[in-house]
């Protein structure tokens, strides 16, 4: 037989192995899951290659996925009859940790982060998942259209090994493990069957284990084993919703984000007329590790056409603002040949992507009316990304504004809670105008001294601290017909918030504080625009304005700190 070569596992490999099989010692369950969903991205990246390339599939029967366990040999394989790997593919592949986010995600644990096992299912560790229950694995792989075929294995221990394989491996990969003492419970059929059937029933291949076979004392032959479909084999959001639990779709959204946890709420709808396509959306309960970060990553949504994968496609069809969003969106329309830059400039995905749009800020307002208690979680995770859309949506805008939370005066925490419904909803009488300040950081914000003068006549004003909020408050108009005004900008007027008789007053104090004002304008000369009495403060003797239409403060000291 050829020697097989060894090559060591890149250092990350390493430490990946280690935490996978360490941190997920308790969820060994997810292994089979992983791997199935392997199997399945396999036999879709084949049936997409074949749409160029038909002959890919010849040859093969139909796409499946075949689980068989021996006991005797303590052997669990999984084979599937989709793309394969070359033998390059596989030293990549099954040898290096590709994605940067598992990179980062190493780089926070080696400066000392507490590692949380939920997390680490979300980084393309998947397959590695197999050493939590084996002690070796091999992967034989013919990739579709070559006539090679590799061996890789493994123990997990810092190196694999690489040989040829027989000129008869049949199209696709096949996973040998050999299954550790303390997890020979998966050996068991009853054990895989409820284990594909809770976690990969929705999977839109066949999953197919051996029929038990029932033996009699006579029998002198056994008979050969037969395959059975074990999962429905229909994907999920073909079928119809009330054939659906919510349990069937927590287990497709843990499938489609490799989230350990539930999703909040989720949307399901077909469309018919001018265009038909099948929409599954889903809110997630908290961020992906590094989601701030990974802006560029995304993910988040499945282009299918006529039940075929095609692409990650959420940059095309969801607006960088709902990138939280996780699902599936299955087209009858769009031609099979589409490419990225052709959905870009599509009309059809331009209306796709608005009705998308339209879909997750409905379930949002749903979350946000029925179940407040959810929606505190999402803006916990998600605010933030959220309010970019106040800046990219003008179309949406009122829509994303009443979805906002806030922190106010009357807060006695930095923590958003207060809608701009609530705020409207215990204005004070007088008030039109809906008031807010932005500043650096929650402290900056509450003992911001433009505050004192709305205080003592019992304004409520919004307190934006957090850094995107400067930015995006430049977008701030009107809600529901009120204007919003910044309280750092420009005069306001209290005037009309406050008595006839302060007015009085107002105007004596400026009368009496004229010679002091040209004082003032005297010594500070160039460096400011105006001097004026202000009846804004209470405590403080003196503050700086912008004028309504120049920089905020901050702003300017953004720009001076990056040497504008
Ligand atoms: P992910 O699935 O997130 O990419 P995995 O660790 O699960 O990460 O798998 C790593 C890579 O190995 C996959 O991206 C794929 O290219 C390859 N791979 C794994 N299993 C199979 C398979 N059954 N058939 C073909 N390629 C596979
Ligand atoms: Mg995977």
Same mark, same amino acid.
């Given at each position: ?65 075949? @689980? ?14 989709? @793309? ?67 061996? #890789? ?14 000129? +008869? ?67 999920? #959001? ?21 989230? &350990? ?28 590790? +590094? ?18 994968? @095609? ?21 009858? +329309? ?32 749903? @979350? ?13 995770? &998600? ?9 990219? +949506? ?171």
């Amino acid at each position: 037989a050829p020697q097989a070569e060894t090559h060591a596992f890149q250092a990350d490999v390493q430490q990946v192995l280690k935490l996978v099989i360490h941190s997920l010692y308790s969820n060994k369950d997810i292994f089979l899951r992983e791997l199935v969903s392997n199997a399945s991205d396999a036999c879709e990246k084949l049936r997409f290659e074949a749409l160029a390339q038909p002959d890919l599939l010849a040859d093969g029967g139909e796409l499946a996925i075949d @689980i068989v366990a021996d006991r005797d040999s303590r052997t669990l394989s999984l084979r599937d009859n989709g @793309i394969g790997m070359s033998r390059d593919e596989l030293i990549r592949n099954l040898g290096t940790v590709a994605h940067s986010g598992t990179r980062r995600f190493l780089e926070s644990i080696a400066a000392g982060e507490k590692v949380d096992a939920q997390l680490i299912g979300q980084f393309g560790v998947g397959f590695y998942s197999a050493f939590i229950v084996a002690d070796e694995i091999a992967v034989t792989s013919r990739r579709a259209g070559s006539d090679e075929a590799w061996t #890789w294995r493994s123990k997990g221990d810092g190196q694999f090994s690489i040989e040829p394989a027989p000129a +008869d491996t049949p199209r696709g990969t096949t996973l040998y493990l050999h299954v550790r003492e303390d997890a020979e419970d998966y050996l068991q059929d009853w054990k895989l069957r409820s284990l594909v059937r809770t976690y990969s029933d929705h999977v839109g291949f066949p999953i197919r284990m051996l029929k038990p076979v029932a033996k009699t004392e006579d029998d002198t032959e056994t008979p050969a084993p037969e395959l059975e479909t074990v999962n429905q084999a229909s994907a999920l #959001w073909t079928r119809a919703k009330t054939e659906l639990s919510d349990d069937d779709y927590k287990a497709f959204y843990k499938h489609l984000s490799h989230d &350990f946890a539930d999703p909040l709420a989720w949307t399901h709808n077909r469309v018919e007329g001018n265009q038909n396509f099948t929409s599954l959306l889903y809110v997630p309960g908290h961020a992906p590790f +590094d989601f701030q970060a990974g802006r560029d990553e995304r993910k988040g949504l499945k282009l299918y056409i006529k039940r075929i994968f @095609i692409m990650d496609a959420a940059e095309q069809m969801l607006p960088a603002y709902l990138r939280f969003a996780r699902g599936v969106v299955d087209s009858d +329309d769009l031609p099979l040949n589409v490419s990225r830059e052709l959905l870009q400039e599509s009309r059809q995905v331009e209306r796709i992507k608005g009705a998308l749009t339209k879909r997750v800020l409905d379930l949002l307002e749903k @979350i946000a009316r029925d179940e407040p208690e959810n929606y505190v979680k999402f803006w916990e995770a &998600f605010g933030a990304v959220l309010k970019e859309g106040v800046v990219e +949506d003008t179309a949406n805008r009122e829509r994303v504004l009443k979805l906002l939370r806030f922190a106010t005066t009357r807060s006695d925490s930095a923590d958003q809670r207060i809608s701009l419904d609530d705020y409207i909803g215990r204005m004070a009488g007088l008030q039109e105008d809906i008031y807010y300040l932005t500043a650096d950081g929650w402290n900056a914000a509450r003992h911001h001294p433009k505050l004192e003068a709305l205080k003592a006549r019992g304004i409520e004003v919004l307190l934006l601290h957090e850094r995107i909020d400067d930015w995006v408050s430049g977008y701030f108009h009107e809600y529901a017909g009120k204007r919003l005004r910044n309280v750092a900008k420009g005069e306001i007027d209290l005037d009309k918030l406050g008595s006839e008789e302060d007015k009085a007053k107002q105007e004596e104090a400026a009368q009496a504080a004229a010679p002091l004002v040209d004082k003032l304008k005297a010594a500070l000369g160039e460096r400011v625009k105006d001097v004026r009495v202000s009846n804004r403060l209470v405590d403080s003797a003196a503050c700086l304005v912008v004028d309504e239409y120049d920089m905020s403060l901050h702003m300017q000291r953004l720009f001076a700190a990056a040497g504008q």
